[in-house]
């Protein structure tokens, strides 16, 4: 995948890995337009992205992402890569009472896998027209082994598995299908669960663009491919050892 001269749309752009890797695109040469759901947020962001255009929008909105969709396409119909970046978690216990699992869960799962099969699906006929296109879907290391995110995990594990169904069946497309899998990384999204422990935003991001141009398609990041290869052999021990567990007493 050509790595300059594109046009990007990047939901979830205003911060963290989204906000790294807009830049990171913007240095390469490409046309980048962002989302956030916060406008105050989002002309912050842009103050860091000269040049690039942002859109309010909370893709788990219908109305938001549907107004997104018909934007691009009357506005700026060249974009011809649309990563998926925006993101919800809650961190508790599930075991807790009063914690409204449910209604957490829900939002996870809108957010994070819903909101992103309905802007790809609006999208899809504009990617479809370019000569080379891409969907990007950012999941997790925790979507092959679950961590402390108990729901969160569950819902980028939905991701993994509708990313691998729908890159099966764009095989005859235009269109290459990618996911980003990073492992913990030091952003505020992830303060709660000791962020400030995982790698740097920018690492994800240049990580990210050294794999588009090569076309690797799942993009395991840092100890996301240890856990994976750990996974592979032995998946209980990849649990454990994703939670912090010593089983071998």
Do not use: W
Request: proline residues 3%; aromatic residues 6%; hydrophobic residues 40%.
């Amino acid at each position: 995948m050509k790595t300059t001269n594109n046009t990007v749309l990047i939901s979830g752009g205003t911060a963290g890995i989204g906000l790294e890797i807009a830049k990171q695109l913007l240095s390469n040469g490409n046309k980048v337009i962002i989302t956030g759901r916060n406008q105050e947020r989002l002309e912050k962001a842009l103050q860091q992205l000269p040049n690039a255009i942002g859109i309010q929008c909370d893709v788990s909105k219908e109305s938001d992402s549907n107004k997104l969709a018909e934007t691009i396409i009357e506005k700026y119909p060249d974009v011809n890569i649309l990563r998926n970046n925006a993101g919800a978690a809650f961190f508790y216990n599930l075991t807790d009472e009063n914690i409204n699992a449910f209604a957490k869960a829900e939002a996870e799962i809108i957010t994070n896998y819903l909101s992103i099969i309905r802007l790809n699906e609006s999208l899809l006929p504009l990617l479809k027209s370019k000569k080379e296109a891409a969907i990007v879907n950012v999941s997790s290391v925790v979507a092959f082994v679950p961590g402390s995110l108990t729901t969160y995990s569950a819902s980028k594990a939905a991701l993994h598995s509708y990313t691998q169904s729908l890159r099966i069946s764009l095989t005859d497309s235009s269109i290459k299908v990618f996911e980003l899998m990073p492992p913990l990384v030091n952003t505020e999204f992830s303060a709660v669960i000791g962020g400030s422990n995982g790698i740097e935003p920018s690492v994800v991001a240049e990580h990210f663009v050294r794999a588009l141009e090569k076309d690797e398609y799942e993009i395991r990041v840092g100890k996301t491919e240890d856990i994976y290869r750990l996974f592979l052999v032995n998946p209980e021990e990849a649990l454990n050892a994703m939670n912090g567990i010593n089983r071998k007493n």
